[in-house]
Protein backbone atom coordinates (compact mmCIF):
# COMPACT_ATOMS: atom_id res chain seq x y z
CA UNK A 1 0.00 0.00 0.00
CA UNK A 2 1.23 3.46 -1.27
CA UNK A 3 2.19 6.96 0.95
CA UNK A 4 -1.69 8.55 1.02
CA UNK A 5 -3.31 5.26 1.26
CA UNK A 6 -1.20 3.73 4.20
CA UNK A 7 -1.78 6.77 5.99
CA UNK A 8 -6.02 7.15 5.34
CA UNK A 9 -5.91 3.49 6.14
CA UNK A 10 -4.20 3.82 9.98
CA UNK A 11 -5.61 7.36 11.10
CA UNK A 12 -8.03 8.78 9.43
CA UNK A 13 -11.55 8.90 11.06
CA UNK A 14 -13.44 11.82 9.10
CA UNK A 15 -13.06 13.87 5.65
CA UNK A 16 -11.40 16.30 7.83
CA UNK A 17 -8.34 14.03 8.78
CA UNK A 18 -8.22 11.92 5.11
CA UNK A 19 -4.84 12.58 4.00
CA UNK A 20 -5.56 13.93 0.38
CA UNK A 21 -5.58 13.25 -2.59
CA UNK A 22 -7.98 10.37 -1.55
CA UNK A 23 -10.25 8.18 -3.03
CA UNK A 24 -14.23 8.48 -1.59
CA UNK A 25 -16.89 5.86 -2.19
CA UNK A 26 -20.16 6.76 -0.98
CA UNK A 27 -22.27 3.80 -0.36
CA UNK A 28 -25.62 5.02 -0.61
CA UNK A 29 -24.82 6.05 -4.30
CA UNK A 30 -23.69 2.71 -4.78
CA UNK A 31 -26.43 0.97 -3.39
CA UNK A 32 -28.73 2.50 -4.83
CA UNK A 33 -27.05 2.36 -8.43
CA UNK A 34 -26.56 -1.53 -7.87
CA UNK A 35 -30.67 -2.04 -7.15
CA UNK A 36 -31.48 0.06 -10.30
CA UNK A 37 -29.87 -2.33 -12.84
CA UNK A 38 -30.49 -5.38 -10.86
CA UNK A 39 -34.06 -4.83 -10.43
CA UNK A 40 -34.46 -3.65 -14.50
CA UNK A 41 -32.75 -7.06 -15.44
CA UNK A 42 -34.97 -8.80 -13.05
CA UNK A 43 -38.23 -7.27 -14.42
CA UNK A 44 -36.74 -8.74 -17.84
CA UNK A 45 -36.16 -12.18 -16.70
CA UNK A 46 -32.34 -11.56 -17.61
CA UNK A 47 -28.96 -12.54 -16.07
CA UNK A 48 -27.07 -9.79 -14.37
CA UNK A 49 -23.57 -10.57 -15.07
CA UNK A 50 -21.57 -7.08 -13.24
CA UNK A 51 -18.49 -6.46 -14.74
CA UNK A 52 -15.99 -5.98 -11.68
CA UNK A 53 -13.36 -4.27 -14.31
CA UNK A 54 -14.74 -0.54 -12.34
CA UNK A 55 -14.62 -1.57 -9.00
CA UNK A 56 -12.00 -4.30 -8.86
CA UNK A 57 -13.20 -5.03 -4.89
CA UNK A 58 -14.71 -7.97 -3.51
CA UNK A 59 -16.04 -5.32 -1.24
CA UNK A 60 -18.48 -4.00 -3.93
CA UNK A 61 -19.08 -7.57 -4.93
CA UNK A 62 -20.51 -8.22 -2.01
CA UNK A 63 -22.69 -5.29 -1.96
CA UNK A 64 -23.99 -6.70 -5.55
CA UNK A 65 -24.34 -10.23 -4.37
CA UNK A 66 -24.93 -10.12 -0.39
CA UNK A 67 -26.45 -13.47 -0.23
CA UNK A 68 -23.19 -15.06 -1.51
CA UNK A 69 -21.44 -14.84 -4.90
CA UNK A 70 -22.82 -15.05 -8.36
CA UNK A 71 -22.02 -14.61 -11.67
CA UNK A 72 -19.74 -11.83 -12.64
CA UNK A 73 -17.22 -10.55 -15.61
CA UNK A 74 -13.71 -9.90 -15.44
CA UNK A 75 -11.82 -7.43 -17.76
CA UNK A 76 -7.98 -9.25 -17.02
CA UNK A 77 -6.91 -12.50 -15.27
CA UNK A 78 -5.41 -11.49 -12.32
CA UNK A 79 -9.04 -10.38 -11.14
CA UNK A 80 -10.51 -13.57 -12.32
CA UNK A 81 -7.81 -15.28 -9.80
CA UNK A 82 -8.53 -12.63 -7.25
CA UNK A 83 -12.39 -13.22 -7.15
CA UNK A 84 -11.79 -16.99 -7.23
CA UNK A 85 -9.91 -16.43 -3.94
CA UNK A 86 -12.75 -15.04 -2.30
CA UNK A 87 -15.43 -17.56 -3.97
CA UNK A 88 -16.68 -16.82 -7.06
CA UNK A 89 -16.58 -19.54 -9.53
CA UNK A 90 -18.80 -18.04 -12.43
CA UNK A 91 -17.16 -15.71 -14.31
CA UNK A 92 -17.13 -14.57 -18.23
CA UNK A 93 -13.19 -12.77 -19.25
CA UNK A 94 -14.52 -10.81 -21.81
CA UNK A 95 -11.37 -9.93 -23.52
CA UNK A 96 -9.88 -11.26 -26.76
CA UNK A 97 -7.77 -14.39 -26.07
CA UNK A 98 -3.79 -14.21 -26.49
CA UNK A 99 -1.50 -17.89 -25.68
CA UNK A 100 -0.58 -16.99 -22.16
CA UNK A 101 -3.66 -15.94 -21.64
CA UNK A 102 -5.27 -19.28 -22.82
CA UNK A 103 -3.21 -21.31 -20.62
CA UNK A 104 -3.33 -19.43 -17.53
CA UNK A 105 -7.27 -19.18 -17.88
CA UNK A 106 -7.30 -23.04 -18.20
CA UNK A 107 -5.32 -23.39 -15.14
CA UNK A 108 -8.39 -21.73 -13.09
CA UNK A 109 -10.83 -23.84 -14.92
CA UNK A 110 -8.31 -26.70 -13.55
CA UNK A 111 -8.86 -25.23 -10.14
CA UNK A 112 -12.52 -25.24 -9.97
CA UNK A 113 -13.59 -22.14 -11.70
CA UNK A 114 -15.94 -21.94 -14.46
CA UNK A 115 -13.88 -19.33 -16.81
CA UNK A 116 -15.52 -18.63 -19.97
CA UNK A 117 -13.17 -17.32 -22.69
CA UNK A 118 -13.94 -14.97 -25.30
CA UNK A 119 -12.29 -15.10 -29.24
CA UNK A 120 -13.22 -14.52 -32.97
CA UNK A 121 -10.79 -16.14 -34.80
CA UNK A 122 -10.53 -20.08 -36.29
CA UNK A 123 -6.67 -20.03 -35.07
CA UNK A 124 -8.20 -18.47 -31.36
CA UNK A 125 -10.39 -21.91 -31.24
CA UNK A 126 -7.11 -24.13 -31.90
CA UNK A 127 -4.91 -22.58 -29.35
CA UNK A 128 -7.52 -22.30 -26.27
CA UNK A 129 -8.39 -25.99 -27.53
CA UNK A 130 -4.29 -26.92 -27.23
CA UNK A 131 -4.02 -25.01 -23.49
CA UNK A 132 -7.14 -26.93 -22.65
CA UNK A 133 -5.89 -30.61 -23.31
CA UNK A 134 -2.31 -29.34 -22.09
CA UNK A 135 -4.31 -28.27 -18.73
CA UNK A 136 -6.75 -31.78 -18.84
CA UNK A 137 -9.61 -29.84 -19.33
CA UNK A 138 -12.56 -28.84 -21.33
CA UNK A 139 -12.58 -25.02 -22.56
CA UNK A 140 -15.54 -23.08 -22.69
CA UNK A 141 -15.68 -19.87 -25.08
CA UNK A 142 -17.74 -17.14 -26.25
CA UNK A 143 -18.10 -16.34 -30.20
CA UNK A 144 -17.27 -12.02 -30.28
CA UNK A 145 -20.05 -10.25 -32.04
CA UNK A 146 -18.95 -7.02 -33.73
CA UNK A 147 -22.93 -5.31 -33.10
CA UNK A 148 -21.51 -1.39 -34.15
CA UNK A 149 -17.62 -1.40 -34.86
CA UNK A 150 -16.69 -0.26 -32.20
CA UNK A 151 -13.75 -3.14 -31.01
CA UNK A 152 -13.43 -6.63 -32.40
CA UNK A 153 -15.47 -9.36 -33.14
CA UNK A 154 -17.52 -10.92 -36.18
CA UNK A 155 -20.71 -9.73 -37.63
CA UNK A 156 -23.91 -11.93 -37.47
CA UNK A 157 -23.53 -12.72 -41.28
CA UNK A 158 -19.86 -13.07 -41.59
CA UNK A 159 -19.35 -16.28 -42.53
CA UNK A 160 -16.23 -16.62 -40.21
CA UNK A 161 -18.76 -17.24 -37.79
CA UNK A 162 -19.60 -20.48 -38.13
CA UNK A 163 -15.94 -21.81 -39.13
CA UNK A 164 -15.33 -20.41 -35.60
CA UNK A 165 -17.94 -22.22 -34.28
CA UNK A 166 -16.74 -25.41 -36.21
CA UNK A 167 -12.99 -24.99 -35.20
CA UNK A 168 -14.40 -24.78 -31.53
CA UNK A 169 -16.08 -28.35 -32.18
CA UNK A 170 -13.14 -29.63 -33.65
CA UNK A 171 -10.82 -28.52 -31.09
CA UNK A 172 -12.35 -29.85 -28.07
CA UNK A 173 -13.87 -26.25 -26.97
CA UNK A 174 -17.36 -26.12 -25.75
CA UNK A 175 -19.47 -23.10 -27.55
CA UNK A 176 -21.42 -21.02 -24.38
CA UNK A 177 -22.95 -18.82 -27.11
CA UNK A 178 -22.55 -15.39 -28.38
CA UNK A 179 -21.04 -11.97 -26.49
CA UNK A 180 -21.41 -8.63 -27.57
CA UNK A 181 -20.73 -4.66 -26.30
CA UNK A 182 -22.32 -2.13 -27.94
CA UNK A 183 -19.37 0.27 -27.42
CA UNK A 184 -20.53 3.26 -29.67
CA UNK A 185 -23.20 3.66 -26.99
CA UNK A 186 -20.95 6.22 -25.12
CA UNK A 187 -21.18 8.35 -27.81
CA UNK A 188 -24.25 9.07 -27.87
CA UNK A 189 -26.66 11.54 -25.37
CA UNK A 190 -30.18 11.25 -26.69
CA UNK A 191 -32.90 8.86 -25.60
CA UNK A 192 -34.18 8.09 -28.67
CA UNK A 193 -30.64 7.28 -30.01
CA UNK A 194 -29.62 5.32 -26.66
CA UNK A 195 -32.77 2.78 -27.29
CA UNK A 196 -31.70 2.48 -31.11
CA UNK A 197 -28.31 1.35 -29.69
CA UNK A 198 -29.25 -0.97 -27.38
CA UNK A 199 -31.72 -2.44 -29.93
CA UNK A 200 -29.08 -2.84 -32.11
CA UNK A 201 -27.06 -4.55 -29.84
CA UNK A 202 -30.25 -7.03 -29.16
CA UNK A 203 -30.62 -7.37 -32.77
CA UNK A 204 -27.06 -8.24 -33.82
CA UNK A 205 -26.90 -10.82 -30.94
CA UNK A 206 -29.71 -12.79 -31.51
CA UNK A 207 -28.77 -12.84 -35.45
CA UNK A 208 -25.86 -14.40 -34.46
CA UNK A 209 -27.18 -16.92 -32.23
CA UNK A 210 -29.22 -17.77 -34.78
CA UNK A 211 -26.94 -18.20 -37.63
CA UNK A 212 -25.26 -20.41 -35.32
CA UNK A 213 -28.67 -22.43 -34.51
CA UNK A 214 -28.98 -22.69 -38.01
CA UNK A 215 -26.07 -24.66 -38.41
CA UNK A 216 -26.65 -27.15 -36.53
CA UNK A 217 -24.18 -25.37 -33.10
CA UNK A 218 -25.72 -25.00 -29.52
CA UNK A 219 -25.75 -21.23 -28.84
CA UNK A 220 -27.06 -21.23 -25.12
CA UNK A 221 -26.36 -17.98 -23.91
CA UNK A 222 -26.68 -14.17 -25.89
CA UNK A 223 -24.63 -12.06 -23.64
CA UNK A 224 -25.12 -8.15 -24.15
CA UNK A 225 -24.20 -5.44 -22.25
CA UNK A 226 -22.86 -1.40 -21.62
CA UNK A 227 -23.92 1.02 -19.30
CA UNK A 228 -26.21 2.90 -21.34
CA UNK A 229 -27.88 0.10 -23.51
CA UNK A 230 -28.54 -1.10 -20.05
CA UNK A 231 -30.22 0.98 -18.98
CA UNK A 232 -32.51 1.99 -22.25
CA UNK A 233 -32.89 -1.44 -23.81
CA UNK A 234 -36.85 -1.52 -24.21
CA UNK A 235 -36.68 -5.46 -25.54
CA UNK A 236 -34.35 -8.08 -24.84
CA UNK A 237 -36.20 -10.95 -26.31
CA UNK A 238 -33.68 -13.35 -26.55
CA UNK A 239 -31.09 -12.20 -24.99
CA UNK A 240 -30.06 -14.42 -21.70
CA UNK A 241 -27.59 -12.07 -19.92
CA UNK A 242 -26.45 -8.21 -19.83
CA UNK A 243 -23.18 -6.92 -18.42
CA UNK A 244 -22.21 -3.76 -17.46
CA UNK A 245 -19.61 -2.14 -15.00
CA UNK A 246 -19.40 1.52 -14.33
CA UNK A 247 -23.26 1.68 -13.76
CA UNK A 248 -22.10 0.79 -10.25
CA UNK A 249 -20.12 4.31 -9.77
CA UNK A 250 -21.42 6.34 -12.84
CA UNK A 251 -19.17 9.02 -13.91
CA UNK A 252 -19.34 12.35 -15.76
CA UNK A 253 -19.31 10.64 -19.10
CA UNK A 254 -21.78 8.47 -18.54
CA UNK A 255 -23.74 12.03 -17.55
CA UNK A 256 -22.94 13.45 -20.43
CA UNK A 257 -24.56 10.54 -22.30
CA UNK A 258 -27.94 11.05 -20.13
CA UNK A 259 -27.69 7.47 -17.91
CA UNK A 260 -27.35 9.59 -14.63
CA UNK A 261 -27.11 12.65 -12.91
CA UNK A 262 -24.22 14.41 -10.95
CA UNK A 263 -26.49 12.74 -7.76
CA UNK A 264 -25.84 9.91 -8.82
CA UNK A 265 -21.67 9.23 -9.34
CA UNK A 266 -20.66 7.44 -6.69
CA UNK A 267 -16.87 7.84 -6.29
CA UNK A 268 -15.14 11.30 -6.37
CA UNK A 269 -11.76 12.42 -5.34
CA UNK A 270 -10.83 14.19 -2.33
CA UNK A 271 -8.47 17.26 -2.96
CA UNK A 272 -7.14 19.90 -0.39
CA UNK A 273 -6.49 23.58 -1.65
CA UNK A 274 -3.09 24.16 -1.62
CA UNK A 275 -2.66 28.06 -3.24
CA UNK A 276 -4.41 30.53 -5.32
CA UNK A 277 -4.40 32.61 -7.93
CA UNK A 278 -7.08 35.48 -8.30
CA UNK A 279 -5.72 37.67 -10.94
CA UNK A 280 -6.05 34.31 -12.86
CA UNK A 281 -9.14 33.00 -11.35
CA UNK A 282 -7.59 29.88 -10.33
CA UNK A 283 -7.63 27.67 -7.38
CA UNK A 284 -4.95 24.78 -6.56
CA UNK A 285 -5.55 21.54 -5.60
CA UNK A 286 -3.43 19.07 -4.36
CA UNK A 287 -5.26 16.14 -7.16
CA UNK A 288 -3.65 16.33 -10.39
CA UNK A 289 -3.45 13.47 -13.20
CA UNK A 290 -1.63 11.15 -10.91
CA UNK A 291 -5.22 11.22 -8.50
CA UNK A 292 -7.52 11.66 -11.28
CA UNK A 293 -5.64 10.25 -14.10
CA UNK A 294 -5.66 11.59 -17.75
CA UNK A 295 -9.16 10.91 -18.78
CA UNK A 296 -10.80 13.90 -21.11
CA UNK A 297 -13.80 11.44 -22.13
CA UNK A 298 -16.15 14.15 -21.68
CA UNK A 299 -13.97 16.58 -24.30
CA UNK A 300 -15.74 14.79 -27.21
CA UNK A 301 -19.20 15.42 -25.33
CA UNK A 302 -21.47 18.34 -25.69
CA UNK A 303 -20.15 19.38 -22.14
CA UNK A 304 -16.22 19.59 -21.83
CA UNK A 305 -15.73 18.75 -17.78
CA UNK A 306 -11.96 19.33 -18.00
CA UNK A 307 -10.55 16.65 -15.34
CA UNK A 308 -13.97 16.78 -13.48
CA UNK A 309 -16.45 19.06 -11.97
CA UNK A 310 -15.75 20.43 -8.17
CA UNK A 311 -17.96 19.72 -5.18
CA UNK A 312 -17.77 21.15 -1.57
CA UNK A 313 -16.19 18.96 0.88
CA UNK A 314 -20.14 17.52 1.35
CA UNK A 315 -20.34 16.48 -2.05
CA UNK A 316 -22.79 19.38 -3.41
CA UNK A 317 -21.57 20.29 -7.07
CA UNK A 318 -20.06 23.98 -7.24
CA UNK A 319 -21.76 25.59 -10.34
CA UNK A 320 -19.78 25.52 -13.29
CA UNK A 321 -16.03 25.28 -11.22
CA UNK A 322 -14.33 22.31 -12.49
CA UNK A 323 -10.94 21.12 -12.69
CA UNK A 324 -9.64 23.22 -16.20
CA UNK A 325 -6.16 21.67 -16.10
CA UNK A 326 -4.40 19.09 -14.76
CA UNK A 327 -0.47 18.22 -14.07
CA UNK A 328 1.15 15.05 -12.05
CA UNK A 329 -0.24 16.65 -8.79
CA UNK A 330 -1.74 19.72 -8.85
CA UNK A 331 -5.10 20.84 -10.40
CA UNK A 332 -6.07 23.84 -11.17
CA UNK A 333 -9.77 24.74 -10.66
CA UNK A 334 -11.35 27.52 -12.66
CA UNK A 335 -15.07 29.15 -13.41
CA UNK A 336 -16.00 27.32 -17.22
CA UNK A 337 -15.53 29.75 -19.79
CA UNK A 338 -18.46 31.45 -20.45
CA UNK A 339 -19.97 31.34 -16.81
CA UNK A 340 -21.39 33.72 -14.95
CA UNK A 341 -21.19 31.98 -11.92
CA UNK A 342 -17.59 33.68 -9.15
CA UNK A 343 -14.93 31.65 -8.05
CA UNK A 344 -16.30 30.35 -4.98
CA UNK A 345 -14.24 31.86 -1.70
CA UNK A 346 -11.80 28.49 -1.00
CA UNK A 347 -9.10 29.48 1.79
CA UNK A 348 -5.69 26.96 1.20
CA UNK A 349 -6.26 23.85 3.53
CA UNK A 350 -9.86 24.06 2.25
CA UNK A 351 -11.17 20.47 0.91
CA UNK A 352 -13.17 19.80 -1.93
CA UNK A 353 -14.49 16.81 -3.95
CA UNK A 354 -14.16 16.04 -7.16
CA UNK A 355 -16.41 13.79 -9.30
CA UNK A 356 -14.77 11.94 -12.30
CA UNK A 357 -14.63 11.76 -15.97
CA UNK A 358 -14.23 7.98 -15.89
CA UNK A 359 -14.68 6.02 -13.17
CA UNK A 360 -12.77 3.14 -13.70
CA UNK A 361 -9.60 5.30 -15.10
CA UNK A 362 -10.05 7.24 -11.65
CA UNK A 363 -10.12 4.21 -9.44
CA UNK A 364 -7.73 2.73 -11.37
CA UNK A 365 -5.46 5.43 -9.69
CA UNK A 366 -5.74 4.62 -6.27
CA UNK A 367 -5.39 1.48 -3.97
CA UNK A 368 -8.47 1.71 -1.89
CA UNK A 369 -11.85 2.85 -1.48
CA UNK A 370 -12.56 5.40 1.50
CA UNK A 371 -16.40 4.72 2.03
CA UNK A 372 -18.76 7.42 3.35
CA UNK A 373 -22.01 8.51 3.85
CA UNK A 374 -24.00 11.28 2.84
CA UNK A 375 -25.38 11.98 6.36
CA UNK A 376 -22.00 11.97 8.27
CA UNK A 377 -18.02 13.01 7.79
CA UNK A 378 -16.89 9.71 9.17
CA UNK A 379 -15.26 7.36 7.27
CA UNK A 380 -17.42 4.38 7.10
CA UNK A 381 -14.64 1.47 6.16
CA UNK A 382 -11.94 1.12 3.79
CA UNK A 383 -12.08 -1.38 0.95
CA UNK A 384 -9.03 -2.59 -0.72
CA UNK A 385 -9.00 -2.51 -5.05
CA UNK A 386 -7.16 -5.55 -6.39
CA UNK A 387 -4.69 -3.67 -9.27
CA UNK A 388 -2.57 -5.48 -12.08
CA UNK A 389 -3.01 -8.08 -15.66
Known amino acids: MSGTDRQNSETAATLGTLATPALLLDEHRLDRNLSRLSSRMAERSVVLRPHMKTAKSIDVARRAYPSGPGPITVSTLAEAEYFARHGFRDMTYAVGLAPHTAERAMRLRKAGVDLRVLLDSPEQARMLGAAGRAAGVTPTAFIEI ?28 KLAGVLTHAGESYSLFTPEALVAAAENERAAAVAAAEALRAAGHQCPIVSVGSTPTAHFAEDLTGVTEMRAGVYMFFDLVMHGVGVCTTDDIAISVLATVIGTKPEKGWILVDAGWMALSRDRGTAAQRVDQGYGLVCDVAGKVHPDLMVSQASQEHGI ?57
Open 146 to 173: DCDGHRGGLTANDPKLIAVAVALGEAGV
Open 333 to 389: LAIRPGSAHALPNLPIGAKVRILPNHACATASQHELYNVVSASSDAIQGRWPRMRGW
